[in-house]
């Protein structure tokens, strides 16, 4: 299946070389040093087991210059997406299956939401109108990511833990097309399924994107660090259960309770979540993704999580002052 990844970083970058590893015609977009060492001597990805892995693919700067596709995976970070929604238009032939992969929740959450909010465009997720102008979301099929990865060096992926990229159309159905993405992540060697509630799986990976991502980030603690603190741990639980009152006012069914996904994300280890790599980077953060959105819905619904908000907050100072300085923020060990 030829195939576009917009954006090579931990996830993207994971997805397109086992993509391309299995036969398929990918390219990836990307920038700057990680970029170029793409080009120069492919992707390569080390798997959690040690293994190593070159896949070659195609590597541009410019989404434009990729051509038409079967399928666009969009993997960079939520607030990056407005930088690509025009340019992805390029890139879609009559029957393009469009695959969202970005942490916390999408934009087009109520599209084909089947109630009185069917439709309503989340303002913190795209306050411009954007993204529902120029990404047709008919074409969407929502994917939750749960391996971890990160990158190491400029054109090297290191897989952590996980496998998994649960996928399903945004109003339930079955289809011919999401078969096909299910085959092709399998072929890829992930394990995926296919789902009549996308969303559901969206807030139970929200769980933890909404509560370890920040918490990591303003403590520079690793998931198991964080779960096992008792103040912390504490914290992240208040987090997910104001969480689940906002999600259960919409509709959403919790399979698992509050301390099995604790439990979950501390048996990962000693991983950084996403978030504290962008703040050791001195990228920025996935604020409105991960947490501002979750506050939006709740308002929308009547349900206030103040436990959200004050790490909201914070997180938010955090990330306006990393981008006012240029900087990024590292714990080192004292001379």
Not at 86 to 93: A, K, P, V, Y
Not at 124 to 131: A, F, N, Q, W
Not at 249 to 264: D, N, P, Q, S
Not at 311 to 323: E, G, Q, R
């Amino acid at each position: 299946m030829r195939t576009c990844v917009v954006g090579a970083g931990a996830i993207g970058g994971l997805m397109g070389a086992k993509l391309a590893l299995a036969g398929n015609d990918v390219t990836v977009t990307d920038q700057g040093a990680h970029l170029e060492a793409i080009k120069k001597d492919g992707l390569k990805l080390i798997w959690e087991d040690g293994s190593e892995h070159v896949a070659q693919v195609k590597a541009i700067d410019n989404v434009a210059d990729a051509g038409e596709q079967d399928l666009v995976i969009l993997a960079v970070k939520a607030h990056f997406l407005d930088q690509v929604a025009r340019e992805s238009e390029t890139l879609m032939g009559p029957d393009t299956i469009i695959m969202t992969v970005q942490n916390g929740l999408p934009w087009w959450y109520f599209h084909k939401h089947g109630d009185e909010h069917d439709g309503k465009p989340l303002k913190t997720l795209d306050p411009s109108g954007v993204l529902t102008k120029h990404i047709d979301a008919d074409r969407i099929i929502g994917c939750v990511v749960y391996p971890a990865a990160a990158v190491t060096e400029p054109g090297v992926i290191h897989h952590v833990e996980g496998d998994r990229f649960p996928l399903g159309e945004l109003d339930g159905s079955e289809s011919e097309r999401a078969q096909k993405l299910h085959d092709l992540l399998v072929d890829a060697g992930f394990r995926s399924r296919i789902l009549d509630d996308i969303r559901s799986e969206i807030w139970l990976k929200a769980w933890g994107n909404l509560s370890f991502n920040p918490i990591s980030a303003l403590t520079h603690a690793t998931l198991v660090d964080i779960c096992q603190f008792p103040e912390t741990r504490e914290l992240a639980a208040d987090m997910m259960r104001e969480a689940q009152d906002i999600a259960e006012a919409l509709g959403i069914t919790f399979r698992h309770t509050i301390e099995k996904r604790i439990a979950g994300a501390e048996g990962v280890g000693a991983h950084k979540t996403s978030m504290l790599q962008d703040v050791e980077a001195g990228r920025s953060l996935e604020t409105e993704a991960l947490i501002g959105s979750i506050l939006e819905m709740g308002e929308m619904v009547g349900k206030p999580a103040p436990a959200i908000k004050a790490v909201y907050a914070c997180v938010k100072l955090l990330n306006k002052v990393m981008l006012l300085e240029g900087g990024g923020v590292k714990v080192e060990k004292a001379a």
